[in-house]
Nanobody, 121 residues
Framework: QVQLVESGGGVVQTGGSLRLSCAASGSISSMTAMGWYRQAPGKQRELVALINSLSRTVYADSVKGRFVISRDGSKYTVYLQMNSLKPEDTAVYYC???????????????WGQGTQVTVSS
């Protein structure tokens, strides 16, 4: 079993910064990929950024140059540093994680509980 705990959301003014964290715990053998998605009211959930076990990253075009995803492999924790925030970044941000579990290497995929990010104009 794996648990994901997100933190770091909040309210910030346009141009401000926030840092989200997602910490995983459980019978994890290794990480395949972790990332962040977001869902604004009335819209579908969309990819924000992903990072894999080789620290290769993927970003949505809308956040390139403003957001940075990173990970602490030893702690199975992923971070999202969000800079130059805009009102259109307002959404619930969800951590997405994919792990291989002990003892048999089965694949586990799941979501965090979500954290609200609100950017005021």
């Amino acid at each position: 079993q794996v648990q994901l705990v997100e933190s770091g959301g909040g309210v910030v003014q346009t141009g401000g910064s926030l840092r989200l964290s997602c910490a995983a715990s459980g019978s994890i053998s290794s990480m395949t990929a972790m990332g962040w998605y977001r869902q604004a009211p009335g819209k579908q959930r969309e990819l924000v950024a992903l990072i894999n076990s080789l620290s290769r990253t993927v970003y949505a075009d809308s956040v390139k140059g403003r957001f940075v995803i990173s990970r602490d492999g030893s702690k199975y924790t992923v971070y999202l540093q969000m800079n130059s925030l805009k009102p259109e970044d307002t959404a619930v941000y969800y951590c997405d994680a994919n792990f291989l579990l002990d003892p048999h290497g089965s694949l586990w995929s799941g979501w965090g509980q979500g954290t609200q990010v609100t950017v005021s104009s």
